[in-house]
């Protein structure tokens, strides 16, 4: 059982997954803020590889990808920095990035690279279907870690049935089709959330984009089982100079 599905079997409501960007703020932030994450009560820590052209990041998370690269971040050295991460942490971590960056450091090499250091997950919004099904999945698979794949409120039923077939770990519901910090009024998304709730689903299902604060995590957890906090995280990282802290008051006010 990965660590993931191990913490569905726990807990099934409320659970929260805070995205941050590795190397940012400091080229030196990612363990220390996992770590805090952790003490502070979330559930899942989403580290996004910082990539020059991030299709679905909005603008305060490509300004964090442009500072973290700026500052040398790359796959190899993320791998690095989480060569300590089993040794100072439990909680699942999941990586989402790009399919460029990955294809240059190497699919199989990145996967088991990712696997040595216990990541848990892979998010890859620009893997299709079809290819992964046909060729990635099953390297995903042979080294152990769980696929997530997303899903809109244009998508149809069929294909989530699909997508919720193919994925392990959970379902990400993306709230509405737009980039990461888009303003979103939670409450029109019930109707899709609630019709995901009825579908009786392999995979739990957490809601993504425009989850910034209590009120928004409570709303999206109402029909699903938990939510994901990325460009309100991001922001409030900026320019700080005491990560724990910011981490403390960060998930001090959605929890």
Not at 228 to 249: M, N, P, R, Y
Request: include cysteine; charge should be neutral; proline fraction near 4%.
């Amino acid at each position: 059982m990965s660590r993931i599905t191990d913490l569905f079997a726990k807990k099934n409501k409320n659970v929260l997954n805070i995205y941050c960007t590795a190397g940012y703020p400091h080229a030196d932030s990612t363990m220390r803020i996992i770590k805090s994450l952790e003490q502070y009560g979330a559930d899942i820590v989403e580290l996004g590889m910082p990539y020059s052209d991030p299709l679905a990041d909005g603008p305060v998370i490509q300004e964090s990808s442009t500072i973290a690269l700026s500052r040398g971040m790359t796959i190899k050295k993320l791998f690095e920095q989480l060569k300590v991460l089993r040794q100072q942490s439990k909680i699942p971590v999941i990586l989402m990035g790009y399919m460029n960056p990955v294809m240059q450091y190497g699919f199989g090499k990145f996967c088991a690279d990712a696997a040595a250091v216990g990541v848990d997950g892979l998010i890859l919004p620009d893997l299709p279907e079809y290819e992964f099904e046909t060729e990635y999945g099953a390297i995903i698979k042979k080294h152990g870690l769980d696929f997530i794949f997303l899903v809109t409120p244009e998508t149809s039923a069929d294909r989530v049935r699909k997508l919720d077939s193919l994925s392990t770990g959970f379902l990400y519901a993306v709230s509405s089709s737009s980039t990461t910090g888009s303003d979103k009024n939670m409450a029109d998304t019930s109707a899709y959330l609630q019709r995901l709730g009825a579908m009786n689903l392999k995979n739990p299902v957490l809601v993504g984009f425009g989850i910034r604060d209590r009120a928004s995590f409570e709303a999206a957890s109402r029909y699903a089982n938990g939510a994901i906090i990325g460009t309100a995280f991001v922001k409030a990282l900026g320019g700080s100079k005491d990560e724990e802290q910011v981490v403390k008051e960060f998930l001090g006010a959605v929890l």
